[in-house]
């Protein structure tokens, strides 16, 4: 297969990938995963509660069925005794990395511009911890907090999922959940960027190799993390990766947006075209030049700046807020 | 993963890994050919402090803070503040922060305005007039190799393929074979009718010897005129053997008597040196008559003429060389070196 040229990087983000290259190679393997674990990702040591504006708790809830607990971190604007919309949210890493703490500056921001609750789930990685710990783990602890949502503040009738990365495949596989087992209801799921995928496959996956940020060979790592020899073959459940899924109707309002110059590109476009085929709503971005994540590693550039308020916007009309 | 560019610089060693990163930031905004608003922003998030671009003659006026936001304001900049002139008359880059400055704000100061500078000559179509000082500094064999490639950067000169140009009666100056840009104020520039010497190219530490090659090949470039015949524009490489000639003749060194021969003939008839420049530059006394659009008998006499003044031989090889070496000389003593 010839593979086309691969569509340029944002002048921005390209000078911003430059400088972090030696930090971020395209292509992970499983060999370098302890190190990249260990690694500081600068938002790890990030202080959530914003100088004290932002309440953090760290509940211990039920995992799923015979499963260990899990971990969830609940943010909530200092002092605000309402009842509140909540962002439950999955974090990104690929399958294999991350965890609840890693949460998007934008999204701590919202906590106090929106006056919103955000639930962030610790969940199991592969590849210790293969499909389906990780989104069973998401599932159990959505249901917690829809079932106790007035133990934190939340209204149950205004949760939407929303996750970047891995973080946004398994937002989309945990609304496909929801959908298939009667609840509980969501009002919305923003995907960021999402893996989806298993099959790695598409032209953006092989014009991006060796390139950006998540490159196929990254994406091959995280994938067989999580399914070992079942990734691509003919037996993959759509809640270990949504593109497999045949029934795209019924879902809440979905946001997906992503760069062009990225992995996921293709199966992210053909995520929400699927979804408005299916008869349902979804909100589609495609940054042009993006790599995978631009918007979190150069926040300050024009395009992550845009990114990030379509999304803002897009939340604001999801609550009516 | 990662966030914060600028806390990724921070947390490099604040003077050698940072100010790498910064010239491979603003490179790759070159590379591809990234607008004001990008330049200034990069220059804002790296310092982490706002900055601006002002450039009163093209109306611009860029300003961005340190995450990256852009917002312009009307209120002049502080005169306390680290700024970097571009190179045009009063277009200045800003960090919004007093000095002292370190290293790595050096560098993006550096960086950027000489980026923006290519931006603004790209995208307001305007040649920019190169820091008379750093051409000087480039052309200066006593100034520190690393100050001269720092200069070279700054105007942002190939490492090679560069080379001097000494032009009569103006500041010097120095080109380059992928743009022939000249870097020079604009009213030096080069101007049909000026003597001019060029020097060899080279690499961009070599051009303090091609700026000295230059000066002698200006030595040896004529006015043009009846007094002074011959090329105005004169190439260091293709002198050979007459640059050593150069070395031999300064102000006070008294004119050799061919030379004095020369100019009492040139004394004798207007016509004198024209038709003895034709005869020794030319491939043959035919196409030197062409040139002078003289019938070839005539050429004869002028050349029989001046033989007596002169008191050697024209038409033999040995001859004309003896003539083309006045010439030379006689070049060297009108165009002492400076």
């Known amino acids: ?321 | 993963m990662v966030r914060e560019l600028a806390g990724r610089l921070a947390a490099l060693d604040p003077d050698a890994s940072a100010a790498v990163q910064v010239i491979a930031y603003f490179d790759r905004l070159v590379e591809t050919r990234a607008g004001l608003e990008a330049i200034v922003r990069g220059a804002a998030v790296l310092a982490g402090c706002p900055a601006r671009l002002l450039d009163p003659e093209h109306r611009v006026n860029v300003r961005v803070l340190g995450d990256g936001r852009r917002q312009d304001t009307a209120d002049p900049p502080d005169a306390a503040w680290l700024h970097a002139p571009l190179g045009y008359e009063h277009a200045t880059l800003w960090l919004e922060r007093p000095g002292p400055a370190g290293a790595v704000d050096l560098m993006i100061l550096e960086r950027a305005a000489g980026v923006a500078r290519d931006a603004l000559t790209r995208t307001r179509g305007r040649a920019p007039s190169a820091d008379p000082a750093l051409v000087e500094l480039l052309l200066d064999p006593a100034a520190a190799e690393a100050d001269r490639l720092h200069a070279a950067r700054r105007l942002r000169l190939p490492d090679s393929g560069v080379w001097a140009v000494a032009v009569a009666g103006a500041p010097p100056a120095i080109e380059h074979a992928g743009t022939r840009m000249r870097l020079a104020t604009p009213k030096t520039a080069r101007t049909p009718g000026r003597r001019t010497g060029i020097g060899p190219d080279g690499p961009v530490a070599d051009l303090p010897d091609s700026w000295s090659a230059a000066k002698t090949a200006l030595r040896f470039a004529a006015e043009g005129d009846d007094q002074d015949p011959g090329p105005r524009v004169v190439r260091a490489d293709e002198l050979g053997g007459l640059m050593v000639l150069a070395t031999a003749v300064t102000a006070d060194t008294e004119p050799a008597p061919d030379v004095r021969a020369l100019d009492h003939a040139a004394s004798a008839a207007p016509w004198m040196l024209t038709t003895l420049y034709a005869a020794a530059s030319e491939p043959s006394l035919r196409t030197a008559a062409t040139t002078l659009t003289l019938h070839h008998s005539t050429l004869q006499d002028r050349l029989t003429r001046a033989e007596h003044l002169l008191g050697w031989n024209l038409r033999d090889p040995q001859g004309r060389l003896r003539l083309q070496l006045a010439f030379a000389l006689r070049r060297l003593h009108r165009h002492p070196p400076t």
């Open chain 1, 1 to 321: 297969m010839t593979v086309p040229t691969p569509p340029p990087f944002d002048p921005e983000l390209a000078a911003a990938l430059t400088v972090m290259a030696e930090f971020v190679p395209p292509s992970l393997t499983l060999e370098t995963l302890p190190a990249l674990r260990g690694a500081d990702f600068a938002g790890l040591g990030e202080d959530l509660s914003r100088g004290g504006a932002i309440d953090v708790r760290e509940l211990t809830v039920p995992g799923p069925e015979g499963e260990p607990d899990i971990s969830l971190l609940v943010l909530r604007p200092a002092g605000e005794e309402a009842t509140l919309p909540a962002l439950y949210h999955i974090h990104g890493g690929g399958m294999i990395m991350g965890d609840n703490r890693l949460i998007p500056t934008e999204m701590v921001d919202m906590v106090v511009d929106l006056k919103l609750a955000l639930v962030s789930v610790e969940y199991r990685l592969a590849p210790e911890h293969p499909h389906p710990a990780p989104v069973e783990d998401c599932y159990a602890g959505l249901v917690w907090t829809a079932k106790h949502a007035d133990e934190i503040g939340v209204d149950p009738e205004r949760i939407l999922v929303v996750g970047a990365s891995a973080g946004g495949g398994l937002a989309a596989a945990v609304a496909l959940l929801a959908r298939d087992r009667g609840g509980p209801g969501l009002i919305g799921q923003m995907l960021i960027c999402p893996m989806i995928d298993d099959r790695n496959d598409t032209v953006s996956s092989h014009q991006m190799a060796g390139l950006g940020v998540w490159d196929r060979t990254s994406n091959d790592t995280g994938w067989t993390a999580l399914l070992g020899d079942r990734r691509g073959g003919p037996d993959v459940s759509p809640y270990a990766a949504p593109a497999r899924a045949t029934d795209l109707s019924g879902l809440p309002p979905a946001f997906v947006d992503v760069g062009s110059a990225e992995t996921f590109r293709d199966e992210d476009v053909a995520y929400a075209t699927r979804i408005w085929q299916a008869g349902g709503v979804a909100e589609l971005h495609v940054w042009p030049g993006g790599f995978h994540g631009f918007d979190m590693m150069a926040p300050q550039a024009a395009i992550s700046q845009e990114a990030k308020a379509a999304r803002l916007r897009w939340l604001r009309r999801i609550l009516g807020a």
